[in-house]
């Protein structure tokens, strides 16, 4: 099993729709959560973090995290073409552990 | 501006040849890290650093070095000994205190290529 899993994709969601993206983790001890962009040719850009079970909302951006069932998800309101690239979800497992262990990544287009 | 820096943009080697990939960053970060990504495969941690003079070995280390000797810098040399060289190469970095310090930040990518 891996450590960090996602749908590969593609994912393909009508502009002005809400993309949602899906990440599970094996390792129950998992502190931090995060999300990548990575647009095609390019290094991945950090758009959203999150540590405690919940919602946390940025702008268009909504992660959700539930411990208990192991996945975290981010949702994307009102999509826009420039939205389409590849999401990568990372998990950081062991307290006081600076390593992230990444997924490989959800790739979404965003239908115009 | 703060940021990660990574040079040269893309690099061609002949087969048997070491490089040197250079990683500098200036957002005062204690721990640095290089990633491989290879086509539908995902980030790979080769070697990290948490404080200068200190690194350790990440999951693919075998056929890489890396040097820590300023916070600055992070270089990382790909060796003669790494059977599948060509790959993307990422650099990031991170704090190692306070709310954002597992948050990792990534320089532009050095595109590798070795024939």
């Known amino acids: 099993q891996k450590e960090v899993e996602q749908n590969s994709g593609p994912l393909s969601v009508p502009e002005g729709a809400i993309a949602s993206l899906n990440c599970t983790y094996s390792?129950?001890?998992?502190?931090?959560f995060f999300w990548y962009r990575q647009y095609s040719g390019k290094s991945p850009e950090l758009i959203m973090s999150?540590?405690?079970?919940g919602d946390k909302e940025d702008g268009r951006f909504t992660a959700q995290l539930n411990k208990a069932s192991q996945y975290v998800s981010l949702l994307i309101r009102d999509s826009q073409p420039s939205d389409s690239a590849t999401y990568l979800c990372?998990?950081?497992?062991?307290?006081?552990?600076?390593?992230?262990?990444f997924g490989t990544g959800t790739r979404l287009t965003i239908i115009p | 501006d703060g940021g990660i820096t990574q040079s040269p943009k893309y690099l061609f080697r002949k087969e048997g040849q070491n490089v040197t990939l250079s990683c500098e960053q200036n957002?005062?970060?204690?721990?640095m890290y290089w990633y491989r990504q290879d086509p539908g495969q995902g980030l790979r941690l080769i070697y990290y650093?948490?404080?200068?003079?200190?690194?350790q070995k990440g999951d693919i280390a075998e056929g890489y070095s890396v040097s820590r000797e300023k916070k600055e810098s992070f270089p990382l040399t790909v060796t003669s000994a790494q059977k599948n060289p060509t790959a993307f190469y990422l650099c990031?970095?991170?704090?190692?205190?306070?709310?954002?310090?597992?948050?990792?930040?990534f320089g532009p990518g050095t595109r590798l290529t070795v024939t």
């Open positions: 990372a998990v950081r497992s062991n307290f006081g552990n600076e390593k992230l262990t």
């Open positions: 650093s948490q404080i200068v003079n200190d690194f």
């Open positions: 390792d129950r001890g998992s502190q931090s």
């Open positions: 999150i540590y405690s079970n």
């Open positions: 957002l005062n970060h204690d721990a």
């Open positions: 990031a970095s991170s704090g190692t205190s306070g709310i954002k310090s597992y948050e990792q930040y």
